[in-house]
């Protein structure tokens, strides 16, 4: 994520943020947060907050998030809960107000991971020209996606989280219908590739967690 300039700064209260991240225990007791807007974010609010030495990344909801948004947050939170422990890379959870209570809305903040992103423009070296080690990059984010899938989600208290019973069956028929809300033109062997599709479900599988977006 790139910094992003705002004018008088965050509407975020530091000292309100800051005092209850010290009723948390979160890295840089003491410390007043200083509050820097990130964008790259489309469904969320993002900021870095650094206290002393210490840097994390709160993700929030905007001022007219409606209910099923907020409910998308929670159910983040609750996932990144429950990798916790695991082999699969992600940011760890600091803290969260799941309530609202604290700055108006929902968020939960994590530690900040120190990387870049493409989308920013361009790639660092040695990313820019040497393609094999670009090409280790996707096989990393594979093996990632490979480690969440083998996570044991009841074990890590993800029960109800989704509907694995007919996962399968629901497929071809859900995509169908979200193609159909911005299909502009037919498209050869939609069809044929649909039923086909249909006659090859997978007779036995075991539910993981997959990456949905």
Known sequence: MRPMETEGGTSLNAA??????????????????????????????????RRGDQSMVLRMLGPRADAARIDGLLREIRLVRALSGTDVPHAELIATDETGSVLGMPFYLMRAIDGWSPMDGGWPAPFDTDL???????????????????????????????????????????????????????????????DWLRRNRPAHYTPGIMHGD
């Open 16 to 49: 309100v943020l800051g005092r209850w991240l010290d009723s948390r225990h979160a890295p840089g007791s003491g410390e007043e947060p200083v509050l820097e807007q990130l964008g790259g974010g489309s469904q969320n609010t993002l900021y870095l907050v």
């Open 132 to 194: 094999p080690a670009r090409r280790g990059l996707a096989l990393q984010l594979v093996e990632g996606a490979a480690k969440l899938g083998r996570v044991d989600w009841r074990g890590q208290g993800l029960e109800g989280f989704g509907r694995p019973d007919g996962f399968h069956e629901r497929q071809v028929d859900r995509w169908l219908h979200f193609l159909a809300a911005y299909q502009v033109r037919e498209l050869p062997g939609l069809d044929a590739a649909s």
